[in-house]
């Protein structure tokens, strides 16, 4: 039950200071997740943005869902997912409800200009980690241009990335394979 | 009634149908709106900016903005927060259930190369994805582009504010590893000091 609120809390204080899309939810990840409380490795965050990006949802909910059942099974999931949602229901409704012209307040104008720049810092930070732990060679570098390119020059849905990976990995691994039972 | 459970089973569907993050959404928000009284298209623009600068993820956030109005509408603010967390709840749950049952299948294929190969073709792709989300963030922030199209020079490019104090925050995150919150407060505050 310990571990069940602690992930409930753990997401929900992710999801109060995850500021944009999914990606912006990245360095909260890993300083709760992977350097605080030790749930997974940066490589597996990874694995689950990938499988965030392909399945059905919200990729920030699909996250929480994966980290709280490896954590805890079923309920974990549960847990932390209502966790992640929980401050944007609390924040969104207090805006619908009460301080609808919200975005007109200048003071507020000012606070996201700031926050906008914090988050493109701590999202750049994200992305050099991710770059230490997840490109470890010349195929990671290819793998890495594709991704990079395709998000950048059109509007192709991630899938298509996630695919052109899936069918990549799988060819280096054969290659690669297949090399090495020659060699040794 | 007619009209919660008409909300939930279509904040499933969204939840269900919309692949690749929380603006993916979207165009299921419009054909609801296209289709029941209870949700209105003039709400969108709000709705999207709201969602888009307060925390939380975005597509969380439009369901129960969206929830939220279509209740308000059937009896004042009791109905609304109600509604919201209807439409968010109806929005993860297919999440929830997919992830479950992936994770599952991914527990099973733990020690096959072939699921091993396929993520060593997935992380460095996935890394390329978010570095392109992270471009976009910086030219938001920090960059003028739509000035820059319009003057040509390039001194009009940068928000010379932004840049100025990205350079700062990069630099003490970088040398203290902080926690993001004390990345994002003092930020906010001096976005409000010097009126950026």
Same mark, same amino acid.
């Given at each position: 039950m310990k571990l069940l609120w602690d992930l409930f809390f753990t997401f929900a204080r992710i999801g109060a200071f995850t500021f944009g899309g999914g990606y912006a939810m990245l360095p909260m990840i890993q300083n709760e997740v992977v350097e605080r409380k030790k749930w997974a490795t940066e490589e597996e965050v990874m694995n689950y943005y990938a499988v965030g990006q392909s399945t059905p949802g919200v990729i920030a909910v699909n996250t929480a869902t994966f980290?709280?059942?490896?954590?805890?099974?079923?309920?974990?999931?549960?847990?932390?997912?209502?966790?992640v949602v929980a401050p944007s229901v609390v924040i969104i409704t207090v805006i619908a409800a009460f301080i609808r012209n919200f975005l007109e307040y200048e003071v507020v104008e000012h606070a996201l200009a700031g926050i906008s720049v914090a988050v493109a810092v701590l999202v750049i930070s994200a992305v050099i980690n991710l770059w230490k732990k997840g490109v470890k060679n010349l195929f990671g570098v290819f793998m890495f241009v594709i991704g990079f390119a395709i998000s950048v020059f059109t509007n192709w849905s991630p899938i298509v990335v996630v695919i052109l990976a899936v069918i990549g990995g799988i060819t280096y691994g054969k290659v690669t394979n297949s090399k090495a039972g020659d060699g040794k | 009634?007619?009209?919660?459970?008409? #909300?939930? =089973? &279509? @904040? /499933?569907?969204?939840?269900? @149908?919309?692949?690749?993050?929380? #603006?993916? +959404? #979207? %165009? /299921?928000? =419009? $054909?609801?709106?296209?289709? =029941? $009284?209870?949700? $209105?298209?003039?709400?969108? %623009? $709000?709705?999207?900016?709201?969602? &888009?600068? +307060? %925390?939380?993820?975005i597509g969380v956030n439009m369901a129960t903005y969206c929830g939220y109005n279509a209740g308000f509408l059937q009896g004042g603010i009791g109905f609304g927060m109600l509604y919201g967390l209807a439409a968010t709840l109806s929005l993860i749950l297919p999440s929830l259930i997919t992830i479950i049952i992936v994770a599952r299948i991914l527990d099973k294929f733990q020690n096959s190369t072939l699921v091993d190969n396929a993520f060593k073709g997935l992380r460095p792709a996935v890394c390329g994805l978010i570095a392109s989300a992270a471009l976009t963030v910086f030219a938001s922030a920090c960059l003028e582009v739509d000035l820059f199209e319009i003057s040509g020079s390039f001194a009009s490019l940068f928000d010379i504010k932004a840049l100025v104090l990205f350079v700062l925050l990069f630099a003490v995150n970088k040398k203290f590893k902080l926690h993001p919150v004390f990345i994002i407060i003092p930020a906010a505050i001096v976005g409000i000091i010097f009126e950026m």
């Open positions: 980290i709280g059942y490896r954590q805890a099974g079923v309920l974990g999931g549960i847990f932390a997912t209502l966790g | 009634m007619n009209v919660i459970l008409a #909300l939930i =089973y &279509e @904040f /499933f569907k969204t939840g269900l @149908f919309a692949v690749g993050g929380g #603006l993916a +959404t #979207l %165009p /299921f928000l =419009y $054909d609801i709106a296209a289709r =029941y $009284d209870w949700l $209105d298209v003039s709400i969108m %623009p $709000d709705m999207i900016a709201i969602s &888009e600068s +307060t %925390p939380g993820p």
